[in-house]
């Protein structure tokens, strides 16, 4: 029993793309730490330059030690 806000699916359809987007996003995450561990020169998409590293935060001790 939803709450009928009168939309014509449009809040679904969005709901479902930051959702799907959400997903990939993680799992591109992952993905990314698990190859940073497995190899140290690996270098991710996400990593701009020596200032802008997505994997240097991915693997960050601060990121390892709140996981549950």
Not at 32 to 41: C, G, I, L, S
Request: proline fraction near 3%; charged fraction near 20%.
């Amino acid at each position: 029993m939803g709450v009928n806000t009168g939309g014509d699916g449009d809040d679904v359809f969005s709901y479902s793309v930051a959702c799907c987007a959400g997903i990939a996003l993680s799992l591109y995450a992952l993905w990314v730490e698990v190859q940073k561990h497995r190899d140290p020169n690996y270098v991710a998409v996400c990593d701009l330059g020596d200032n802008m590293k997505c994997s240097r935060v991915l693997t960050s001790e601060s990121v390892i030690s709140t996981s549950p």
